[in-house]
């Protein structure tokens, strides 16, 4: 059983910078493809960037590209999501979660969530 929890979300003016983490117990997380997901208030959670087992392989969503990067250090059982030139429009509660693959990108084909963690971008 793999459990997730997120961390490093805060407040945070726009052009800035924050890297979240994402850290597993469970010795099976090696295995899994893990996705980044956010979802602001009154909006429907959605895809953010995914990355395979590996790490070789990241997918990305548009609003991102070029923004933010996923990496994952196996050795620590975690996943991070760096964010860089952040606007506001990426306040949102963070999640992560793994899944089948990191080339899905739907929140139903996802699984063991974590609680989440807030990030807030002001002008």
């Known amino acids: 059983q793999v459990q997730l929890v997120e961390s490093g979300g805060g407040l945070v003016q726009a052009g800035g910078s924050l890297r979240l983490s994402c850290v597993a117990s469970?010795?099976?997380?090696?295995?899994?493809?893990v996705g980044w997901f956010r979802q602001a208030p009154g909006k429907e959670r959605e895809f953010v960037a995914a990355i395979s087992w590996n790490g070789a392989g990241t997918n990305y969503a548009d609003s991102v590209k070029g923004r933010f990067t996923i990496s994952r250090d196996n050795a620590k059982n975690t996943v991070y999501l760096q964010m860089n030139s952040l606007k506001p429009e990426d306040t949102a509660v963070y999640y992560c979660?793994?899944?089948?693959?990191?080339?899905?990108?739907?929140?139903?084909?996802?699984?063991?969530w974590g609680q989440g963690t807030q990030v807030t971008v002001s002008l």
């Open positions: 979660a793994v899944g089948p693959t990191y080339t899905v990108s739907r929140p139903v084909q996802y699984s063991h």
């Open positions: 469970g010795r099976s997380f090696i295995s899994y493809p």
